[in-house]
């Protein structure tokens, strides 16, 4: 009983080590990365230099995601595209990002 209890936790630490993988500076920035540049090959040529991303030097796990109102449909489009292929705890953070750029477009 003593060893499946050992089976359990290893497992559950495990899922935590990969929750918290998904959420490094470097996993959020690849993928904010990946989203911009799906977005700029989705958006007609004039609204391609309105899509950027910026992750802050002192703060990396900081980002700024800047687009303009017309060009939000295709940053939406390129999260949701990317999902999928996202670990769990990074997919949640896009999930959120996509729900506050949705609020912040209606204003």
Do not use: C
């Amino acid at each position: 009983m003593a060893n499946e209890e050992m089976l359990v936790l290893n497992k559950l630490l495990q899922e935590f080590e990969n929750l918290k993988m998904g959420l490094e500076p470097e996993v959020l920035s690849g993928w904010y990365n990946k989203i911009a540049s799906d977005a700029k090959g989705r958006a007609p040529g004039h609204l391609v230099d309105s899509i950027d991303v910026i992750q802050d030097p002192i703060l990396p796990m900081k980002f700024e995601f800047k687009t303009s109102r017309r060009a939000v449909k295709y940053v939406l489009e390129a999260i949701d595209d990317n999902l999928e292929g996202m670990p769990t705890a990074t997919r949640l953070y896009f999930q959120k990002l996509s729900e506050i750029i949705q609020n912040e477009s209606m204003r």
